[in-house]
């Protein structure tokens, strides 16, 4: 019999043992278990949209990259394209080059004749003065000098050039 009151006594020393823990620690233990359990249905959840998201994100990089790819391509066709252009460009060079001196020799003739007109706009306009100087002793009325179109034109009256019924030129006429 003492075995089995060993026994008796070792079974009630590990029911002892093992029912030491107070019910509030066990009820709060099993809240803390509930409350990591529903952390982790959320950690999982945003695990999942964070996936989701992830595939997301990675196909509109890829798409983006798909879109730099395709403009990197057009640059590269545009810039072969001028290219071309400047070729074209080179080769009439030469011909706008002409073309601007061509340009420039007449703008310098232009000029030069500028210059001469109006060195002779001076000259005829010396010229009226000098005739209205010589002339100021002669009534201003019968006689009028001027210029019209780069000309220098005089006009005299037929009171001065000719006596009344008289078709020969008068003295004063002839002085004039």
């Not at 001196?101 to 000098?130: G, Q, Y």
């Amino acid at each position: 019999m003492n075995i089995k009151n060993s026994l008796f006594s070792l079974l009630v020393a590990t029911v002892l043992l093992f029912s030491c823990v107070s019910q509030k620690k066990v009820d709060a233990i099993r809240q803390q278990l509930a409350n990591s359990q529903a952390d982790y249905q959320q950690t999982a959840a945003a695990l999942g949209t964070c996936k989701t998201q992830d595939g997301a994100d990675k196909q509109q990089i890829a798409d983006l990259s798909a879109q730099i790819d395709k403009l990197k391509d057009d640059n590269n066709s545009a810039l072969g394209k001028l290219d071309d252009m400047s070729v074209i460009s080179k080769d009439q060079g030469a011909s706008i080059k002409q073309s601007m001196a061509d340009i420039r020799a007449k703008e310098k003739f232009i000029k030069e004749l500028m210059a001469i007109i109006n060195r002779k706009d001076s000259i005829n306009d010396a010229l009226v003065n000098n005739l209205k100087a010589a002339l100021v002793d002669i009534n201003d009325k019968d006689i009028n000098v001027k210029i019209e179109k780069g000309v220098v034109y005089i006009d005299i009256s037929d009171k001065l050039l000719f006596k009344s019924g008289s078709y020969s030129v008068t003295e004063i006429a002839k002085e004039v």
